[in-house]
């Protein structure tokens, strides 16, 4: 057997473990990355408090979202300004909970709010359809990467 023939077979051996192998590992990645995480966090979150504007203000704000059936429902009010979301929860690569937004709706928000862009933006961007908010635990609450939100279990706020 020549030289060049064994380097043929050699190579069609490798193709045939590489191509059923990367497309295992594509598999294994596109299901992880739709995951349902909501046996997780089925339940209510919440947080309440106000938040330093950059012209010194104090503005009020509260967030609530619910988990249940693999799916979200958040609420957000900062001042007047209320926005609401819906959509599916996922989880990413790293096992992390993703909110994915399907629906998304904001009310009170007028021309001369005198919330800060990066507020509004936030506001903006949680009830844009199609939006991904990387949930991050932070003690025993959640922390949307994202929009810069906090949500703590309601049993858990209860008992502060």
């Not at 909501?38 to 330093?52: K, P």
């Not at 012209?55 to 619910?66: D, E, I, R, T």
């Not at 992390?96 to 509004?120: H, Y």
Request: aromatic letters at 8%; a negative charge.
């Amino acid at each position: 057997m020549s030289c060049s023939s064994e380097a043929g077979t050699a190579s069609k051996r490798m193709l045939r473990v590489m191509v059923p192998t990367a497309l295992a590992l594509w598999a294994f990645v596109a299901m992880g990355t739709t995951t349902n995480y909501s046996a997780n966090l089925d339940g209510r979150y919440s947080s309440t408090g106000q938040v330093l504007l950059s012209n010194g203000q104090l503005a009020p704000v509260s967030q609530s979202v619910v988990f249940a059936d693999g799916r979200f429902y958040s609420m957000t009010r900062n001042s007047e300004a209320i926005a609401e979301a819906s959509g599916r929860v996922e989880t990413d690569f790293l096992g992390r909970a993703r909110l994915v937004v399907e629906e998304g709706e904001i009310s009170g928000l007028a021309a001369g709010s005198e919330l800060d862009e990066e507020l509004i933006f936030n506001l903006l961007y949680g009830k844009h359809k199609g939006a991904r908010i990387t949930l991050e635990q932070v003690g025993a609450c959640l922390y949307g990467v994202e929009t810069q939100q906090v949500y703590c279990a309601d049993h858990l706020v209860a008992q502060r």
